[in-house]
């Protein structure tokens, strides 16, 4: 038999649900034999996946909790989704007909490469991003590129959130200024790059040795993220179903 790992997009797991998923994997695993665990690396990796888990459930009873902290992760979410905007709207402008629309396209994109991944990085860092990348858009060098494109409104989202971020940020209350600020998009992908590490190894052993841990951990991850998949696919059928055009 052909082992392989169950697929699953984990993107499209909320934070809390991601959270959940790697309770599952460790209460799963945790049935395992405990004559099986020998292997150190694994040990080791689910040790800090439980360490991580513990900062994600930090982190969300912070944002439950404390109401100025969960508007600075909507006001986070908000920058994201302008910066997503602007960069949809810079690949539309590239399938243009009109010659002088791709090649202004063309030149505000080599500038975002820089500054695609602006979305993943932790508060500080994406703030400052920010302010580079809208600063050098509404310079000489790139603002009559987005007059053309007439993106100016996009440019202007990008630092209004921005903006309105940093206030928040910047002016929480004195009683939370003292307190640990958790950056859940920094701890989500540290942990998500334990848990890939994780999984890739266990489905390497599974397939490299004969050990019954690695056979009935697999057995165990794929349960699991089978289980969320269907999930998500149930999400996605009536979101399908809407937009299907009438015949």
């Given amino acids: 038999m052909k082992l392989m790992l169950e697929k699953l997009r984990t993107s499209a797991l909320s934070n809390m649900e991601f959270t959940q998923l790697m309770h599952r994997h460790l ?20 040790q800090k996946i439980i360490g991580q888990t513990d900062l994600c ?9 404390n109401e ?14 302008s910066v997503n ?32 991944n602006l979305p993943a990085l932790n508060y500080e860092a994406e ?19 987005i007059s053309l494109l007439q993106m100016d409104r996009y440019v202007d989202r990008m630092a209004d959130s921005n903006t309105e971020f940093k206030n928040l940020f910047g002016g929480r209350m004195v009683s939370t200024a003292m307190t640990e ?14 848990y890939t590490d994780f999984t890739e190894y266990v489905l390497a052993m599974g397939k ?32 399908a179903e809407k937009e299907k055009p009438v015949v």
Avoid: C, W
């Avoid at 810079?90 to 399938?95: C, D, E, G, P, S």
């Avoid at 050990?211 to 009536?238: H, V």
């Fill in 68 to 81: 100025e902290t969960l508007k600075i992760v909507l006001a986070d979410e908000n920058r994201d989704k």
């Fill in 208 to 239: 490299a040795t004969d050990s019954q841990l690695f056979a009935k951990a697999l057995s165990l991850l794929n349960t699991a993220r089978k289980y969320y998949s269907d999930m998500l696919a149930r999400r996605i059928a009536p979101k």
């Fill in 181 to 194: 600020i958790f950056d859940m998009k920094v701890i989500r992908a540290e942990l998500m790059d334990i």
């Fill in 127 to 145: 703030t400052i991003g920010i302010d580079k990348l809208t600063g050098e858009l509404r310079g000489p060098a790139y603002s009559q590129k």
């Fill in 57 to 65: 459930e930090r982190g969300l009873a912070q944002i439950r909790k």
């Fill in 27 to 46: 209460s799963d695993l945790n049935d395992i034999d405990q004559g099986l665990l020998t292997d150190a690396p694994y040990n080791t990796y689910v």
């Fill in 85 to 116: 905007a602007f960069y949809g709207t810079l690949k539309v402008h590239a399938l243009s007909n009109i010659p002088e629309e791709v090649e202004a396209s063309r030149g505000i994109s080599i500038l975002f490469s820089m500054y695609k």
